[in-house]
């Protein structure tokens, strides 16, 4: 569907095809029958699709608009109000869903003129949501470092500042000024986010799941936000709003939620689940488990190497971890029969997942006391042994068929979710010790 919207930005107003498209100056004296043409004609204005193959071009339709209608570089045009004007069955509908997914359309019994006057009188009754000029995210990790990280486009990224928690004095103002000065520029030119914290010597697993954000508005306001993760859903606490010629106080402020969020763990696991497979084996030792995979090589690594490592043609077996021990790989040979044997060497329950959602495999089996209890595995086909579990009848899996079943990763992680842990949750819990094994298992 095509159609036209019509912003406010620092108190002028503009009429655009689709975001990223083109658009044009609403002068204040705009009749309504002349705003509704203006609708009209950029209703059909769609963005320029790139692909990767297409010539570079040095400046789009959108970026003229910005910098010559507008007055500002495209990153820095952010409307305040936002209206979007379409047809369905030749009849005009206004609505405000660009910035409000659950706005009502609104329609037009009318001419132009009323559909001018409707929009008019949706941008008036409107109140501004101020956007987000540059951003600032700050972040703790596990030694009780404070890193302050420029935000892009909701990406943490480069260049990273560690700070002492402990210190005073200016240091946290200091860098959060200059990370809003380096969030102020395209993506392309800051550093990745692990890249940016590998030059600070600061590795990703061991950054807590609290964060405190701090914005800039575009009308000359700072909001601070603190935020943590609980069972694998993000937290928001209520925003702390000030101005931005006094960033002293939001620092204050900022520095304060830090000392109230949850602390990131001492010794952390890392998380893992996509595009992999794993065993998680109940109450088991790092060393047993090695052993019983059949681990070659064994190198000590710590969490995240390990994590790393598996994803890079190895296996990891972590150290116990919120009651479990997790054998993870890119790839590993193991069916319904492989975990009951392996259930049975180690005296305990065993769990395997796999998942891939290139080949749309996804897998899982849990076995106890040497016995299958339930397999399914479905790569094209559907298969299945033993009765469903609670979690899969409550997601459906029961009513499935081998011609219609419909699984996907994220039904992977609830499953190990429900029967032990989600392994994209892990960078949240304490490990017992800092460091598991790394190596290879013989094929077969």
Do not use: N
């Amino acid at each position: 569907m095509s159609w036209a919207e019509i912003h406010v930005f620092q108190g002028r107003t503009y009429v655009t095809g689709t975001w990223g498209s083109s658009g044009v100056r609403v002068a204040d004296t705009v009749g309504v029958a002349d705003l509704g043409l203006l609708i009209r004609h950029h209703e059909h204005l769609r963005t320029e699709r790139r692909y990767p193959w297409s010539p570079p071009v040095e400046r789009t339709p959108w970026d003229v608009f910005c910098e010559e209608v507008a007055g500002v570089a495209t990153r820095r045009y952010r409307p305040e109000k936002r209206v979007r004007a379409y047809q369905v069955d030749r009849r005009w509908q206004v609505d405000a869903k660009p910035e409000d997914r659950d706005a009502p359309a609104r329609a037009v019994p009318g001419d132009l003129a009323a559909l001018g006057a409707e929009v008019r009188r949706e941008l008036a009754l409107m109140q501004p949501r101020w956007p987000t000029l540059r951003q600032v995210v700050l972040l703790t990790t596990a030694a009780r470092q404070l890193v302050v990280m420029p935000s892009i486009g909701g990406w943490s990224v480069g260049p990273a500042r560690v700070l002492d928690l402990t210190a005073g004095g200016p240091a946290l103002p200091d860098a959060v000024r200059a990370g809003l000065t380096d969030s102020d520029r395209d993506h392309t030119e800051a550093p990745a986010y692990e890249a940016a914290l590998a030059a600070v010597s600061v590795k990703p697993g061991s950054i807590g799941r609290a964060s405190v954000s701090l914005e800039e508005l575009s009308d000359g306001t700072i909001r601070v936000t603190g935020a943590h993760t609980t069972d694998g859903e993000d937290v928001w606490g209520p925003p702390w709003l000030g101005r931005v010629d006094r960033l002293a106080e939001a620092c204050v402020e900022a520095a304060r939620l830090l000392r109230d969020l949850p602390p990131a763990p001492t010794t952390p696991a890392a998380a893992f689940g996509y595009k992999c497979c794993w065993l998680a084996v109940r109450d088991g030792r790092l060393d047993e488990v090695a052993a019983a995979v059949g681990l070659l090589g064994a190198q000590p690594v710590d969490w995240y190497d390990g994590v790393q490592a598996a994803y890079d043609e190895q296996v990891f077996v972590s150290p116990p971890t919120a009651g479990w021990v997790f054998v993870v790989g890119a790839v590993l040979s193991f069916d319904g029969l492989a975990v009951a044997d392996l259930s049975a060497r180690l005296g305990t329950e065993v769990q395997f997942f796999g998942t891939h959602r290139g080949s749309e495999y996804h897998e899982w089996a849990l076995a106890t006391g040497g016995r299958l209890v339930r397999h399914l595995r479905c790569d094209g086909t559907l298969e299945q042994q033993g009765q469903p579990t609670a979690v899969e009848t409550d997601l459906g899996v029961p009513a499935m068929t081998e011609d219609d079943w419909d699984i996907d990763e994220d039904t992977v992680m609830r499953v190990a979710a429900a029967w032990s842990i989600d392994p994209t949750t892990l960078q949240q819990v304490e490990s017992t010790a800092p460091a598991g094994v790394a190596g290879h298992v013989a094929a077969g």
